[in-house]
């Protein structure tokens, strides 16, 4: 058997159990034997390693990554306002389960004890094997043993019931409170010899009783036993997502981004009081019938609080968090703990201790890239690439939620943008039988910025249709209002129409300089490449656009249509479905999908696309006559019966007047009769198009009878040609 002897100086001992013999010291440990659990310490609870710089590759369904931007300074504030109105579980979009009521008696631990590995010291943060001692690196006395056992009497008023868990801070009872009989949880130090700890909880009476939110355990008493204090808070029955998590395995992707969204109004309540969570993780939210709840404060501190404890735990933790924690530390255990409940991450907290697995490393990544985006934009390695504020991201989660939901149902959950107007081919005037083709145009527009002091001259001045008095006018708002950033994008959204991209450019490098952050700048630069009819280079800036608004659909559509335009039809496939899924009256959509799917020669498919463009929408006709000729257009596959018979189906509905219904009853007997005439087809007089036979000298007849309607409404020449075609096309006679 090997003799460890005991490395402390003067000391002769040998290593028995972990521990010195002679002085009690610990066997020393290599710094990743810490790696795991919460630990606290007064100046920096998370130590940096190198791995907070390093990040795995990023490769999306777009083959693509997110931007880094550089810019000096911060583009955050303290803290954000919030304008959050959610309300529900899941926003409406998903039923979850109640949760049975248990007996909370029944959640008494039988032997409560700290596990060897959430053992730590609370002075120097080293791992500890004993219950109670003397540290072996520092000699910090501590204790990790309850102190309070059942029927104890706390106060005057609790009786304590057991022990029901421990966190960071200390363990927690469940206790019965005898004068307004309730049950309460009692939560004390987890290592009562701990001053640190002790000064921690001291805090958490100052200010945590001020906290009154829905989804935040209420705080009732602060109360002293002897030595040592509790404090007395609500008690929540139910399940943590810890337990759900370890019961069930990976959840399922709309339940876990339910769980998070709706907790996240709790982190905007705390950021706009001042206060950071610090510690975020499943352990942390209990999931009570049909709503959570944050149930552990003891993390909890001001924002400005240089001074105090830092507690977090290793692969939840943001890089920078040993520095401080701050709202976008926050965000970045939101976005973990998300990630944590939807996949198994290897290495959580060594390779992938910053980082989330790629979509070659996990598939989840590859089915939902709105959601990675969503991920990686919360835990990016940089505060200031991560959202904003817990609002923001909550914003963000509903979107993808809702695509998820429309995916997995089959049902549109469309909701109302707060960053963009409405699909301007929605609005499109033109002639019912012209095919809609890409164009930029009908792209939707970004809402302007209420605050923006010149919002109400810059529309003003786009109300003006000389696009050259709307340049002049809009020169005039941006010098009058240099803030006014809506004036500069908007100025040079018109030079960049006019053909002058390159004084266009300079404004928007220098907005750029001022707000590397700003999405818009990306939005209309995609735009000014559209319009120079450069789409390959309009993809890298709606794909950022995408990252900076994963669950915004219209970023999505843009993508598609650039990919459209430039070529890439797979991918313009993936996003026009997945918009048109999701919120069919984004029109440009179901018809850029019907273009891609015909493209590839999958007829029906883009018929099927063509059928989601709503009944109430502006070009539903449209929508219906592109779908009847898509049926009979000629390309590869050439159209067979089944076709006609559609085409046919889908013209006796419409409710066509005048020239447009003869122009498509035309096409649809010409496509017809050119078929059986060169033998493609054979004839059947059992089958009907549009009335006639499918036999040449029938579908003649019908067609030389709607070419003479469509004379009759024409004059001049273009009435001559129809009534020459129209005698060409009539069936032979003897006479």
């Known amino acids: 058997m090997t003799v460890v002897r005991c490395q402390q100086k003067g000391c002769a001992g040998q290593i028995q159990d972990g521990y010195c013999d002679v002085c009690g010291h610990a066997e020393p440990r290599p710094l990743a034997a810490t790696s795991a659990g919460t630990a606290p310490?007064?100046?920096?609870?998370?130590?940096?390693?190198?791995?907070?710089?390093?990040?795995?590759?990023?490769?999306?369904?777009?083959?693509?990554?997110?931007?880094?931007?550089?810019?000096?300074?911060?583009?955050?504030?303290?803290?954000?306002?919030?304008?959050?109105?959610?309300?529900?579980?899941?926003?409406g979009l998903i039923t979850l389960p109640d949760l049975p009521s248990t007996d909370p008696e029944k959640a008494v631990l039988d032997n409560p004890t700290v596990p060897e590995r959430k053992r730590f010291c609370p002075k120097c943060d080293s791992q500890l094997k004993r219950e109670s001692g003397f540290c072996g690196k520092c000699g910090q006395r501590y204790s990790f043993i309850p102190t309070l056992k059942h029927g104890d009497l706390i106060g005057g008023q609790y009786e304590v019931k057991g022990v029901i868990a421990y966190g960071g801070l200390g363990w927690i009872y469940l206790g019965f409170d005898k004068i307004l009989n309730r049950y309460v949880v009692l939560k004390g130090l987890l290592n009562a010899l701990d001053p640190v700890s002790a000064a921690a909880a001291l805090a958490e009476r100052q200010f945590l009783a001020s906290v009154k939110h829905p989804n935040i355990v209420g705080i009732y008493n602060f109360v002293q036993q002897g030595a040592?204090?509790?404090?007395?808070?609500?008690?929540?029955?139910?399940?943590?997502?810890?337990?759900?998590?370890?019961?069930?395995?990976?959840?399922?992707?709309?339940?876990?981004i339910a769980y998070i969204h709706r907790?996240?109004?709790?982190?905007?309540?705390?950021?706009?009081?001042?206060?950071?969570?610090?510690?975020f993780k499943p352990d942390n939210v209990m999931l009570e019938?049909?709503?959570?709840?944050?149930?552990?404060?003891?993390?909890?501190?001001?924002?400005?609080?240089?001074?105090?404890?830092?507690?977090?735990?290793?692969?939840?933790?943001?890089?920078?968090?040993?520095?401080?924690?701050t709202v976008a530390s926050d965000l970045f255990t939101i976005g973990r703990t998300l990630a944590v409940l939807l996949t198994e991450i290897k290495n959580f907290t060594t390779q992938h201790r910053f980082t989330l697995p790629s979509p070659q490393e996990d598939s989840l990544f590859v089915q939902q890239e709105s959601l990675f985006?969503?991920?990686?934009?919360?835990?990016?390695?940089?505060?200031?690439?991560?959202?904003?504020?817990?609002?923001?991201?909550?914003?963000q989660l509903l979107g993808v939620l809702r695509?998820?939901?429309?995916?997995?149902?089959?049902?549109?959950?469309?909701?109302?943008?707060?960053?963009?107007?409405?699909?301007?081919?929605?609005?499109?005037?033109?002639?019912?039988?012209?095919?809609?083709?890409?164009?930029?145009?009908?792209?939707?527009?970004?809402?302007?910025?209420?605050?923006?002091?010149?919002?109400?001259?810059?529309?003003?001045?786009?109300?003006?249709?000389?696009?050259?008095?709307?340049?002049?006018?809009?020169?005039?708002?941006?010098?009058?209002?240099?803030?006014?950033?809506?004036?500069?994008?908007?100025?040079a959204t018109s030079l960049a129409e006019t053909g002058n991209e390159p004084e266009a450019e300079k404004i928007f490098e220098a907005l750029e300089k001022e707000d590397p952050w700003d999405w818009r700048i990306l939005w209309y630069r995609g735009r000014m490449r559209l319009h120079q009819n450069r789409a390959k280079d309009a993809l890298p800036f709606f794909d950022q656009v995408y990252f900076d608004l994963p669950g915004e659909l219209v970023p999505?559509?843009?993508?598609?249509?650039?990919?459209?335009?430039?070529?890439?039809?797979?991918?313009?496939?993936?996003?026009?479905?997945?918009?048109?899924?999701?919120?069919?009256?984004?029109?440009?959509?179901?018809?850029?999908?019907?273009?891609?799917?015909?493209?590839?020669?999958?007829?029906?498919?883009?018929?099927?696309?063509?059928?989601?463009?709503p009944h109430t929408s502006a070009v539903y006709l449209r929508a219906r006559i592109e779908a009847a000729r898509t049926w009979i257009r000629g390309d590869s596959p050439a159209p067979g019966v089944g076709e006609l018979t559609q085409a046919s189906a889908v013209a006796e509905t419409l409710t066509l007047e005048g020239m447009g219904r003869f122009r498509l009853s035309s096409m649809i007997l010409y496509t017809a009769l050119d078929l059986v005439a060169s033998r493609k087809l054979k004839a059947d007089p059992a089958i009907y198009i549009l009335g006639e036979p499918l036999e040449e000298r029938q579908l003649r007849a019908g067609l030389e009878k709607s070419l003479r309607a469509m004379a009759q409404l024409a004059s001049g020449d273009e009435r001559v040609r129809l009534v020459d075609r129209a005698n060409e096309i009539r069936p032979r006679t003897l006479v």
């Not at 943590?240 to 395995?249: H, N």
């Not at 429309?406 to 469309?414: C, D, F, R, Y």
């Not at 708002?477 to 006014?484: G, I, R, T």
């Not at 313009?572 to 019907?594: E, H, N, Q, W």
């Open 41 to 91: 310490t007064a100046t920096s609870g998370i130590r940096p390693t190198s791995a907070m710089t390093t990040g795995s590759a990023v490769t999306t369904g777009t083959g693509s990554s997110p931007l880094s931007r550089s810019a000096k300074g911060s583009r955050r504030s303290s803290h954000s306002s919030s304008r959050s109105t959610r309300k529900q579980l899941g926003a």
């Open 228 to 256: 040592e204090g509790f404090i007395v808070m609500e008690y929540v029955g139910g399940q943590t997502l810890k337990q759900i998590r370890q019961e069930r395995g990976p959840l399922p992707v709309a339940e876990a």
């Open 373 to 395: 985006r969503a991920l990686l934009r919360s835990t990016a390695e940089k505060p200031d690439d991560r959202f904003e504020s817990a609002d923001e991201m909550a914003d």
């Open 556 to 613: 999505k559509l843009a993508l598609g249509l650039s990919a459209e335009m430039a070529g890439n039809v797979d991918l313009a496939i993936k996003m026009y479905d997945l918009v048109s899924r999701t919120d069919p009256s984004l029109v440009s959509a179901c018809f850029g999908l019907a273009r891609c799917l015909h493209a590839k020669g999958q007829r029906k498919a883009a018929v099927e696309a063509l059928d989601r463009v």
């Open 263 to 279: 907790i996240l109004p709790a982190f905007s309540y705390l950021h706009q009081q001042g206060l950071v969570y610090c510690d």
């Open 289 to 325: 019938r049909d709503d959570v709840k944050l149930i552990d404060m003891g993390g909890v501190r001001r924002i400005e609080d240089t001074e105090g404890d830092i507690y977090g735990t290793v692969g939840y933790s943001a890089p920078e968090a040993a520095s401080g924690p």
């Open 403 to 491: 695509e998820v939901v429309s995916i997995q149902t089959g049902e549109s959950k469309a909701g109302v943008s707060s960053f963009f107007g409405p699909d301007a081919l929605a609005f499109e005037s033109g002639h019912e039988l012209e095919p809609i083709v890409a164009d930029y145009h009908h792209l939707p527009q970004p809402l302007p910025d209420p605050a923006d002091p010149g919002l109400q001259l810059v529309s003003n001045a786009g109300a003006l249709s000389n696009i050259s008095r709307r340049i002049m006018a809009l020169r005039s708002v941006s010098e009058k209002l240099p803030k006014s950033r809506l004036a500069k994008l908007r100025l």
